[in-house]
DNA sequence: GATGAATGAGATTTCATTCAT
DNA sequence: TATGAATGAAATCTCATTCAT
């Protein structure tokens, strides 16, 4: 599959067909010949570079997640602050949505929220960032940051349904866009996960 | 439709089949005949009592999604602290679950998350929800007790994804499940939303 | 099936709703139910006095063919001149539609022109006019006043035909209606068929 | 649709194939699996080729009847006796039907006698006939050879409405068919639309 | 007579996938 | 590589008819 030079990469005309086709009409709605329409390729074009329609799917989103995966892995390994950490993870996610909208439309309402189909199919990867996202958490415990009784999986549960019903909000005209709401939901999602929703309670704390 | 005597009430028999056959098998993979084989009725009836199939599923949505909203809505109207008010929603919908899995699993899968077909039917229904829980914090906010500088939609959603993630984890086997995890998942999820996953600061603060 | 004097007859009330709801919506196009919706009577009670929808459109023909042929046999017998035979057959026929458009709609489209379906199962019936129509042709032939070199047959094909044709004129909006028009319409086919479209050459001829 | 090479043309294998069937189970009684098999191709073909069963109807049916349509274009042209004219254009349709009996069964039948169904789509294709033939009746009235007092719209219903039911006999085993029955039968329309049934009544026009 | 819930056979259409060229 | 004709399984929905009450 590696294509050196080259010309057109048909194959990737697929691809990027596909997130726009996938995109605008959905997977289970769009036939494989709308993609080779929107690519300008032949039908079975399609069938000679994926086994199937659910192939160019599956491609697309182990492509982007597995970047994802290797970009949460690098930020665990350096020594930053878990808010840090989790900022970095949120700005990735949050940039790769203004990048490229129609892709991670894709990969949350066709993958990561379709829990009967793609997301059965996926759980791995799926479970993969999970626990990594609860690795940080575990050490920020450890370093007595994060609560010790809040469990590590249940807290990186809860920052990655933060963020994926962020971008749910978007995808479906929910919520505002633009250059200053991305920037501001990467503080807010950061801030509200790991400083909560209430006031500092000086006095309790001093109390207790 | 309100039926008055007793007797087997098919359309219920049908509804509450369509509940046990969608959780196991998908909407999508299972056909209306499915559905009228498990609740041992001929296959037109289905058709005698819905329009079509997405009308079963429709309505075994609404039914339950219209309770919670009005479970909401007096729990609003109550005069408790913000925390016992979304104690009380999250209790709720945990205890809907651990009573009715399938209709739960149905709902969040089929519905809430199916971003491309059932959940842009709802998405007024699910909308209400968000703006609600919304309503709550602004008053928290108003009194003091939840910071201003998140906003209360924002906040009605971290919750709502909270828990919406904790559910798919039950669902998809990915979180421990019994009596004992239903009552700590209630504690946690208010516990992660409002207090925030880091030890309190000021403490720390102070002794450092 | 005869019924003496009593209240609301119900069979009649179905044949009369049956009529408007053919007429509205087509034989196949419309359910049993909305015969029993039109006539105000529970779904069932179709079932009770007509074996099958089918039935129902049998019995609405049938009486009115007879009728009909009933006139046709009744005019045959008169020592009139061949033009006041057709003229009565042709005024009987269109003051029939003139009457009672929905019911002469009916017979028509549903059944005379829908030679795959009813015109078949009433074939008998259909050519029993024919014949009829073609006695009353053969006696003007004896008589000198047709000619002798077309066919009885034919030339009561050609009657038929042409009326058959103004019918569904009318019926589908193509002609004019209007008490004028039907009066007019019935001196035209008289006069077309008999007369022809050519001016009268030899006569005309001598004496202008 | 041009097909320059030759080879199989499996659509005009379809089309010829679902005359076959269409004129031996009628149109609503056959499935479009009787059409594919009586084609010896595969089910999905006859959608590959045609968007619904109804298209190859409407195919069938326009092929021919803009042939028609064209034929009655060109003999209006011409500088011909009305009588001529006429003569062309039903030698064109009794031709029509001792070529392919099969096709013009279906247009007659499925067509413009199925008044409630395709004879409701193709309307203007039916009524562009009769205006084309209305015209040629309305130029022969100028010329004083057809009676002025019988409108030519009426006369061009009289001749068609001849023709229709002539084929319908012939259709349905009402009518003798053969060389000479076709040969007669051209003769007889016109003779009959033209001349009319009744003798020259050269005697009473000269006593008149 | 009257009701309407219950039955179930049947047909169109879609579309992923294959394959000959 | 590239094409697109050819394949055929699969599922929804309709509605005439039956029947228990």
Redesign the pocket.
Known sequence: MV?AKSG?D?RRLILDAAVRVFARQGF??????DIADEAG????????YF????EVLDTLFLERWNVMLELIREVDAQPLPVREKLGAITSFIVDSYRHDPDLMKVIIVEVTRAANSFGQTHLGQIREAYELIGEIVTKAQEEGVFKPEIEARFAAMAFYGTIEQLLTGWIFGLRPQGEEHFERAKWLVVETVCGGLETSVVGEASVS
């Open positions: 294509r057109p048909k289970h709605a769009c036939r494989v010949s390729v032949a039908y079975g074009l399609v069938y000679h086994a199937s329609k659910d």
